[in-house]
């Protein structure tokens, strides 16, 4: 936030015009918020935590930055339009006293190895002239690893994709990192750049789109600012130590939106304090929209790279352990040396820690007896009290939880929760607040009793047996708290988990079909409903239920849900 070059140069862009979110050819749009709210409504809560004051809790003073204003949620300082834009109001009072709004997502994002990630808005700066001296809006990340500790900056990595201050006809993109003062990134100014706007096409009072990618499809990764999709600025792997760079672009990151009144930034490029006497109350950041955007192209690696059991040069098959960054050059060698690798995993194994895990989705050979789909037999074959029949069928009817052990209900909806917090990590990179995947000393528990109670009013029905209520539901987070048992929060789990434990190729589908119901849709937005109407058929078929190869059943085109999942 903090480089003071004044270098002007020119942006060759035009501001953009349309408010709905933009499809980006190549990319998936995972997340956004368009804005459409009434009139006066605070920003959604499911998207958006709303700052208030002058510090985080036990922070450092004045967000750390030295402004001035204080944070509130109150609708005359943030609040949608009714035009689908969200605004942001900076309000001097009869006293003196400036108030504002800084808000942030509830969800984390990163981007995985071999994607980029796009983070994306179009904003419209204030338009105060010389009446604008102080203020500072910004469009930014910061790293996850700062909720709860609040004094781990630079360390976490910050990615501020656009700054403006005092209403300057200019735009800085910099990147924070290591330590502060100096470190790799010249704290505390960081690494960055700032170019002015055309003259007749100022930055204020127009509509751009500010833009940071994440690229990790290729050697050196790197990380693109652009305003209007012109390049303003980068940073390569290469410009900073690994460990520096892996923390801050391997871990995951919130968004935030705020316009701050002061502070060291906008005080250095005027030269003394601000806001100044003269600055004008009601200065306004508006937002026609946020969106993360994630490349779904399949893992690319460099010829740097070698597979960990034969040594080759990695290739298109690439395979990766789901628990650590270790690289295969294919599924076959990742199998071969799943014995050795294990004991030095960075993930710790829970179940049947002596067998390699089965990978089902390339099809190579056919399915063995024990994991080709038998209608005909209850489900699954292992892990429960009570495997039932039909299980497809009752997805179908929302019966999926009823009539089974208590226990078994239990263990089904932490699974579930468990295997959507992995795909939404690995697949779509999105981290789940209060999850051990935007922090490792999450305990879990918060975010899975949000998934609870979504499933309690759920809109497609009555997902949860009759006989659940709050004491039952307070058993279930007892046995998710339980840090010693399979079901534990505090330990990760992928779909190769899921089909050791239970024994059964289908059961991770089961497991993500039901929580579609509860979130309203797969991970990415994919709807899964043609797969499990037509699985159910086959359950209910009168040719008989014969056998079904759970490896063509992922493989089905048309759905729209299997792919993201292989």
């Given at each position: ?172 993109a910099v990147l924070h990192c290591g330590t502060n003062p100096g470190g790799p990134c010249n704290e505390p100014s960081g ?146 040396h799943w014995k050795n690798h294990k004991k030095s995993c960075a993930r710790t194994r829970t179940a049947n820690p002596s ?212």
């Amino acid at each position: 936030m903090r480089t003071f070059d004044l270098t002007a140069a020119i942006l060759l862009a035009l501001p953009v015009a349309q408010a709905q979110v933009p499809d980006i050819a190549g990319f998936s749009k995972t997340w956004f918020d368009d804005f459409t709210g009434s009139r006066g409504a605070l920003p959604s809560s499911g998207n958006w935590l709303i700052d208030t004051g002058t510090s985080y809790p036990g922070g450092p003073a004045n967000w750390g930055t030295g402004e001035v204003q204080t944070y509130t949620n109150s609708p005359s300082n943030v609040a949608t339009n009714g035009q689908g834009n969200l605004v942001i109001t900076a309000i001097k009072d009869a006293k003196g006293a400036w108030t504002s709004a800084r808000i942030e997502t509830k969800q984390t994002f990163m981007a995985p190895a071999g994607k980029k990630m796009r983070v994306q808005a179009s904003l419209k700066l204030p338009n105060l002239g010389g009446g604008g001296i102080g203020y500072w809006p910004a469009f930014w990340t910061l790293g996850a690893a700062y909720r709860g500790n609040y004094w781990n900056w630079p360390s976490v990595g910050e990615i501020d994709i656009m700054e403006n201050v005092n209403n300057v006809n200019r735009v800085w993109a910099v990147l924070h990192c290591g330590t502060n003062p100096g470190g790799p990134c010249n704290e505390p100014s960081g690494l960055g750049n700032n170019k002015n706007c055309p003259a007749n096409s100022p930055c204020s009072g127009v509509f751009r789109t500010y833009t940071v990618e994440v690229d990790r499809t290729k050697s050196p990764e790197a990380i693109r600012w652009y305003v209007n999709d012109q390049l303003l600025h980068s940073v390569t792997q290469t410009q900073l130590p690994a460990a520096v760079w892996a923390n801050t672009t391997k871990k995951a990151h919130f968004v935030l939106l705020n316009m701050a009144m002061g502070g060291s930034f906008p005080d250095a490029i005027y030269g003394s304090k601000t806001p100044i006497a003269s600055t004008v109350s009601g200065g306004t950041l508006e937002a026609q929209y946020v969106a993360i955007s994630f490349k779904h192209s399949l893992r690319q690696f460099t010829m740097a790279q070698a597979c960990q059991k034969c040594k080759k040069d990695i290739t298109d098959e690439a395979a990766e352990c789901d628990r650590c960054d270790v690289k295969y050059c294919s599924k076959s060698c990742q199998n071969l040396h799943w014995k050795n690798h294990k004991k030095s995993c960075a993930r710790t194994r829970t179940a049947n820690p002596s067998e390699p895990p089965r990978y089902t989705t390339y099809g190579r050979a056919p399915p063995s007896s024990s994991t080709a789909w038998n209608p005909s037999r209850p489900t699954p074959s292992r892990g429960l009290e009570a495997p039932i029949m039909n299980a497809f069928t009752n997805l179908e009817k929302r019966t999926f939880l009823h009539n089974r052990p208590e226990k078994d209900v239990y263990k089904i909806l932490i699974d579930c929760y468990r295997l959507r917090m992995e795909d939404d990590a690995k697949i779509v990179g999105i981290m789940e607040p209060d999850s051990i995947y935007a922090s490792r000393s999450s305990d879990g528990k918060a975010g899975f009793r949000r998934f609870l109670e979504t499933a309690r009013r759920s809109v497609h029905g009555k997902l949860l047996p009759p006989w659940w209520n709050d004491e039952k539901q307070q058993e279930c987070e007892v046995m998710a708290a339980d840090v010693s048992g399979w079901s534990s929060l505090k330990t990760k789990l992928s779909k190769a988990d899921v089909i050791q434990h239970y024994g059964d190729d289908h059961f991770p589908m089961q497991l993500r079909m039901l929580g579609e119901f509860v979130w309203g849709s797969a991970p990415g937005g994919q709807d899964g409903t043609q797969m499990r109407r037509m699985l159910a058929s086959r359950e209910t078929s009168t040719a008989g239920p014969g056998f079904v190869d759970v490896l063509h059943i992922d493989s089905t085109t048309g759905t729209g849900y299997s792919s993201a999942f292989n």
